[in-house]
């Protein structure tokens, strides 16, 4: 039969256990993000133009190749880099040239970045190359956005007012086919 | 004394301090492993129970864990409060049981499987907290999702950033969280795979604490969650950013480090400290002693052996070599920890025997019988005074050094169980000394898992092979201190040969007698 004193050691015990157990399941807090700032993610995956134009095979060309795998364009895999920028406030947040993924660089280029700001009101530009630097097509070249017109160095550009309250998420994303960035 | 000898010291100064309190058989310490398995049994259980009531889509995951955790706050709110807390409690003592197995040096050898499968089994025990902090859904949830995905977008595996799942409310689908139910499921399944890998090697192993013990630790996870239920934190939002989230730091303890360090150097620090447990038991100082052998000669095939070890290294099989017994015992060497507990329980290994050369059935290459007997007579020979002494320790508790002086020799075994009885017998009936001492590990925690049980009742005659009862017990006296308890076998050892000088003079003379004829 254990002393007192040993019942008093295992009372404390378990209650050292049941405090331990109970305290660091939940504290102290942790503050992750200043709770008065916002954040401004960039995310998008958007595959850039490919790196040379199609060209049109020749009849004797199309004539060698075997006949599961004639056709009438030789396109090369590799897409450009897509080159994007952020500015707040008139101010460069990020800048970037994202390579296309893949070992034949045929892959979507990939961005992902979170910024934390001051809450308020903010002059937001988005900024995005996704082709060669000046390149046109033809009318119903059938890619998408390949009849924008350049802004300089850029074939798409964002302009927005934002109002940012603290803690919030403002998403800025990237989808071609609904006409370039987004922001949620 | 090297730093790993002091931090032992230490650690089994602060376990002795339970044992104070909570006995042997139920101090906490020596049931890590076991309390795991129950904490286990019960994350189970109310998993279970909890899985009935959720709703596993991401719309109403949330309302539902609500509403299991305040409609039924009796029965729902106490199995999700168990169900967190007895998780914590999986993660406590497996950091502890991890730490100490390291501490007591019980890797090594043919120990290098529970060791290894120890290191999956913390990965899967993280995963199964992590993902089960996320199927709540509130902002906890919704850090834990986001700073784990960017985590894995480090790898660079996937075509897309998993993390853009999380980048905006309009993003958010039941794809990944299916997932994570369904991770949360199976992870556990193949961690219950792992756990019982980890024990295969032992026999009997312990996977039930003491009844006391899963009373005393239940009844404190009860009371914690009646106390302080376990509830969700506000309602996840994509639209707003988890500033500030209590954690539990058990499972999350990592997490605030990646506001800190680059992705790739934490997947660089988990993926090399993991590396760097799964190969300890290989990294010096390498201590493989050779394993036990059997003498078929010498062997009838009685089993002991077998039902003695800890480790399942013996088997017996079909007798190979013509003699008339059933059975041989045969010893697996990438099992055998080369304890010598099997060479304590073998008939045959007795000093008493005459023949030219004594070989046991079974024997340690390191420490046969014979040698043990060849130690045993050179240590008690040089003994002189009025009260000798002999004193068997092993080699993983009690420092035998310290207890070094005249009138007292030592003989060191692997185990206190690789001693046979009859070498007590051998030792007291031939007037070699006037009392045997025996010391090794704590009790309830012997480096070889049973040697201090199989060699109590082997003493009591309650397990073969048992010390004759000729010998006279006030002549023999056990103390198991361990390593950090050592002051405490001095103290022992002085006060048992006080008893001995008072007893009535033993075959051979009276002590004092021998004293004054000089008697060696």
Redesign the interface.
């Known amino acids: 039969m254990?002393s007192p004193?040993?019942?008093?050691?295992?009372i404390?015990?378990?209650?050292a256990?049941?405090v331990?157990?109970?305290y660091?399941?939940?504290?102290p807090?942790?503050?992750?993000?200043?709770?008065e700032q916002?954040?401004i993610?960039l995310?998008f995956?958007h595959a850039g133009a490919r790196k040379e134009d199609c060209r049109r095979l020749s009849y004797e060309e199309i004539a060698k190749l075997p006949p599961g795998q004639r056709r009438p364009h030789d396109c090369s895999r590799e897409r450009v880099p897509v080159t994007v920028e952020l500015e707040l406030d008139g101010k460069l947040l990020y800048r970037a040239t994202l390579e296309p993924?893949g070992h034949a660089r045929d892959?979507?280029s990939?961005a992902?970045q979170a910024f934390m700001t001051t809450a308020g009101r903010h002059e937001l530009v988005a900024r995005l190359r996704d082709d060669v630097q000046g390149r046109t097509y033809a009318a119903g070249a059938g890619r998408e956005g390949a009849d924008r017109k350049w802004i300089g160095e850029w074939n798409y550009v964002h302009r927005a007012q934002i109002e940012l309250a603290p803690?919030?998420?403002l998403?800025i994303?990237f989808r071609a086919d609904k006409g370039g960035f987004l922001i949620? | 004394m090297g730093f790993k000898q002091r931090l032992r010291i230490a650690w089994e100064r602060l376990e002795g301090?339970?044992t104070?309190?909570?006995?042997p058989a139920w101090n906490?310490f020596f049931q890590l492993g076991a309390l795991g398995w129950f904490f286990y049994w019960i994350v189970a259980v109310t998993g279970i129970y909890l899985f009935i009531f959720f709703d596993t889509g991401v719309t109403n995951a949330y309302q539902s864990l609500e509403e299991i955790t305040r409609a039924q706050w009796w029965a729902g709110g106490v199995m999700r409060s168990l169900h967190?807390?007895a998780s914590?409690?999986l993660v406590?003592v497996m950091t502890l049981h991890m730490i100490r197995e390291y501490l007591l040096d019980r890797l090594r050898g043919p120990r290098w499987l529970a060791w290894v499968t120890g290191v999956p089994m913390i990965w899967f025990v993280f995963i199964a907290g992590v993902t089960g902090y996320w199927l709540v859904w509130d902002m906890l949830a919704q850090?834990v999702a986001i700073v784990t995905t960017?985590w894995f977008?480090a790898l660079s595996i996937f075509?897309?950033?998993i993390?853009?799942n999380f980048?905006?409310?309009?993003?958010l689908s039941d794809r990944f969280f299916t997932l994570m139910v369904f991770a949360h499921i199976v992870v556990p399944l193949f961690l219950l795979l792992v756990m019982w890998i980890h024990i295969l090697r032992m026999s009997d192993a312990r996977i039930n604490p003491p009844k006391g013990l899963a009373i005393?630790?239940g009844?404190?996870?009860l009371?914690?969650s009646l106390?302080?239920p376990?509830v969700s934190q506000a309602p996840a939002d994509?639209?707003?950013?988890?500033?500030?989230?209590?954690?539990?730091?058990?499972y999350l303890n990592l997490?605030?480090l990646f506001?800190y360090v680059p992705r790739p150097v934490m997947w660089v620090l988990t993926v090399g400290f993991s590396t760097f447990l799964l190969l300890l038991p290989w990294l010096p100082p390498r201590r493989r002693a050779p394993a036990a052998l059997v003498d078929l000669g010498n062997c009838n095939g009685c089993a002991r052996c077998a039902a003695d070890c800890p480790f399942n290294a013996i088997t017996m099989r079909p007798r190979s070599d013509g003699l008339p017994y059933e059975q041989e015992a045969a010893v697996d060497s990438g099992m055998c920890v080369a304890c010598g507990i099997c060479a304590g329980a073998c008939p045959t290994a007795t000093p008493f025997r005459r023949r030219a050369l004594l070989v046991a059935g079974i024997d340690l290459p390191q420490l046969t019988v014979r040698e043990l007997r060849a130690r045993t007579l050179a240590a008690t020979s040089a003994l002189r005074g009025p009260v000798r002494v002999l004193v068997y320790g092993c080699a993983h508790g009690t420092r035998l050094a310290a207890l070094q002086q005249p009138g007292v020799a030592t003989v060191e075994l692997s185990c206190i169980a690789a001693l046979p009885p009859s070498f007590i017998d051998f030792v007291l009936s031939g007037d070699h000394a006037d009392g045997v001492f025996l010391t090794g590990c704590r009790e309830g925690d012997c480096h070889h898992r049973q040697g201090i049980e199989w060699t109590r009742q082997r003493l009591a005659g309650e397990r073969d092979p048992f010390l004759r009862a000729r010998v006279p017990r006030e002549r023999l006296h056990c103390c198991w201190s361990g390593l950090a308890q050592t002051a405490v076998a001095v103290r022992e050892l002085s006060a048992f040969r006080e008893r001995l000088a008072a007893l009535a003079p033993a075959e051979g003379g009276t002590p004092a007698a021998r004293e004054e004829a000089g008697h060696a």
């Open positions: 254990p004193l040993a019942w008093a050691g295992q404390v015990a378990y209650t256990f049941g331990g157990i109970g660091l399941s939940l504290y807090a942790y503050t992750h993000r200043d709770p916002a954040q993610k995310s995956a993924t892959g979507v990939v992902y803690r919030q998420n998403a994303e949620h | 301090a339970f104070r309190s909570f006995g906490p967190r807390y914590d409690a406590v850090y960017e977008d075509g897309e950033p993390a853009r980048l905006s409310p309009t993003h005393g630790t009844a404190t996870l009371v914690l106390v302080f376990a994509l639209a707003v950013v988890p500033a500030t989230v209590q954690l539990d730091w058990y997490y605030p506001d």
